[in-house]
């Protein structure tokens, strides 16, 4: 069975510091990746993805993650946040096929301070 | 283009009341969601529909839960009764199935903003 590990349920940082969350996820089978994005009282909204192809992916507002099959391992980074970026963040890990059945990690939030 | 609509908002009920939760999916898409976000949680898959159908509620408590996707448009999800454990925040998702050569397929989905129930 497929399951998704994000390891860090908070993050603080500081505005225009670098960040990265982390990701990782278990499956026997080729999987689909992707990292949404939480705002308090929203729905989720996706920030990028990996399907195929190379292994850096790069989504909106300046986010980025890097696949790594040998360690499992899909982080989500940014050079420098803003207060903006202060969220609950998912990475999440969807099998192909016929399922498209997304399964949720359990979220980090990501806390910028002035 | 709207996104996803969800009514209500909120919710607050007492326990053994029943609820429902209304979801419009965007215009066009085939497949809709239902997920469960408890405190802390990620979501988690109640029931899946494409068109009219419901193609996976493994997940779903059938004893107390309950969904129809009339027409393959808009969906209800009820509770009755509702239980303390209830609480949660219930999103719904639609997509656009997308299909790759060789029979994998991709569909982004898009989720609503929530509807968060508090049963006391």
């Known amino acids: 069975a497929q399951s998704v590990t994000q390891l860090d349920s908070q993050v603080p940082v500081f505005e225009e510091a670098p960040v990265e969350l982390r990701c990782n996820y278990s499956s026997s089978v080729s999987v689909y990746l992707f990292w949404y994005v939480q705002y308090p009282n929203q729905g989720l909204q996706l920030l990028l993805k990996y399907l195929s192809g190379s292994t850096l992916v790069k989504g909106i507002n300046g986010f980025e993650a890097e696949f790594n099959k040998s360690q499992t391992s899909f982080h989500l980074r940014k050079p420098s946040v803003h207060i903006s970026d202060t969220a609950e963040y998912f990475c999440a890990v969807s099998v192909g096929g016929a399922t498209n059945k997304l399964i949720f990690g359990t979220g980090t939030l990501l806390a910028v301070q002035p | 283009e709207a996104g996803v609509v969800q009514s209500p908002r909120y919710k607050i009920i007492e326990k053994k009341q029943p609820v429902a939760f209304w979801c419009n999916p965007i215009s066009g898409h085939n497949t809709l969601y239902w997920y469960r976000q408890n405190l802390g949680q990620g979501p988690e898959l109640l029931i899946r529909?494409?068109?009219?159908?419901?193609?996976?509620d493994s997940q779903l408590p059938k004893d107390r839960f309950s969904a129809e996707r009339l027409k393959g448009v808009d969906s209800t999800l009820k509770i009755q009764p509702a239980e303390l454990g209830d609480s949660a925040v219930y999103l719904c998702?639609?997509?656009?199935?997308?299909?790759?050569?060789?029979?994998?397929?991709?569909?982004?989905?898009?989720f609503g903003p929530g509807t968060r129930l508090t049963v006391l």
């Open positions: 998702a639609s997509s656009l199935d997308q299909w790759f050569s060789g029979g994998n397929s991709y569909n982004e989905q898009f």
């Open positions: 529909y494409e068109n009219e159908e419901a193609v996976d």
